[in-house]
Nanobody, 127 residues
Framework: QLQLVESGGDLVQPGGSLRLSCAAS????????IGWFRQAPGKEREGISC????????YYADSVKGRFTISRDNAKNTVYLQMNSLKPEDAAAYYC????????????????????WGQGTQVTVSS
């Protein structure tokens, strides 16, 4: 059974850092594009980063560019999201998602492109 499990969410002060993890089981992440999304109460789900299997390139939403870094460790079948310089507006439930990689398509930040999702981990940014 294909499963994604996020962890690492916590309460952090503005300006702080967190690293989220997304562990996969039942399939090899190496063959998938991976995305990170977030959703704050009352807001739409936002794609914030993805890692493209095809060319190993990474992509970021403007809201997190320069502060967040996506990476993957295929040996551990785990994807990470390093979040630095956190702001109160970064508070949200964070989700990882996976989509089978395509040779002619890079990863995207649209949620509809990802059929497999984790259950989410909560990030709170407050002093």
């Amino acid at each position: 059974q294909l499963q994604l499990v996020e962890s690492g969410g916590d309460l952090v002060q503005p300006g702080g850092s967190l690293r989220l993890s997304c562990a996969a089981s039942g399939f090899a992440l190496d063959y998938f594009d991976i995305g990170w999304f977030r959703q704050a109460p009352g807001k739409e789900r936002e794609g914030i980063s993805c890692h493209s299997r095809r060319d190993s390139r990474t992509y970021y939403a403007d809201s997190v560019k320069g502060r967040f870094t996506i990476s993957r460790d295929n040996a551990k079948n785990t994807v990470y999201l390093q979040m630095n310089s956190l702001k109160p507006e970064d508070a949200a439930a964070y989700y990882c998602a996976a989509a089978p990689a395509k040779l002619n398509r890079r990863c995207g930040l649209g949620s509809s492109g990802y059929p497999h999702w984790g259950q989410g981990t909560q990030v709170t940014v407050s002093s």
